[in-house]
């Protein structure tokens, strides 16, 4: 169930920072755009309602699943709503999920708040 909630809610954040502003930066990653996102999600759920909640974990949480994912820059809207859509699938999905739920063990178990 948490799955539909973070896709739907991921989806969401993208369509909604696509309509709204264009893209700060010259050059963006969108794995980190996926990935803080799922990140902010999966913490919310009632499974990682343990582990704690503050900026400096979510951070690490963030930089080490990124370490493990590639990255995917992209300098225009268009790319970066391609890249969306071509790592928004259910295989990747779950395999950008498990580096996440890996990186929220490791920094639970070592915490450097
Ligand atoms: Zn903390």
């Known amino acids: 169930m948490i799955k539909f909630i973070y896709i739907s809610l991921l989806t969401q954040h993208l369509t909604t920072s696509e309509k709204g502003k264009q893209m700060d930066k010259d050059y963006i990653n969108v794995m980190e755009e996926i990935v ?3 990140v ?3 913490m919310m759920s009632p499974d990682y309602q343990t582990f704690c909640q503050c ?3 979510r951070n690490d ?3 080490l699943s990124l370490n493990s994912l ?3 820059y992209v300098t225009s809207d268009e790319g970066r709503k391609m890249i969306f859509e071509q790592l ?3 295989e990747n999905r779950k395999w950008i999920n498990k580096r996440i739920i890996s990186a929220i063990h490791t920094v639970g ?3 450097k708040h």
Do not use: A, E, Q, R
Request: proline fraction near 10%; hydrophobic fraction near 30%; charge should be positive.
């Open 88 to 90: 928004n699938t259910t």
């Open 55 to 57: 900026s400096k974990c």
């Open 109 to 111: 178990k070592f915490p």
């Open 70 to 72: 590639p990255s995917h």
């Open 61 to 63: 949480i963030i930089s």
């Open 40 to 42: 902010n999600v999966l």
């Open 36 to 38: 803080s996102t799922l």
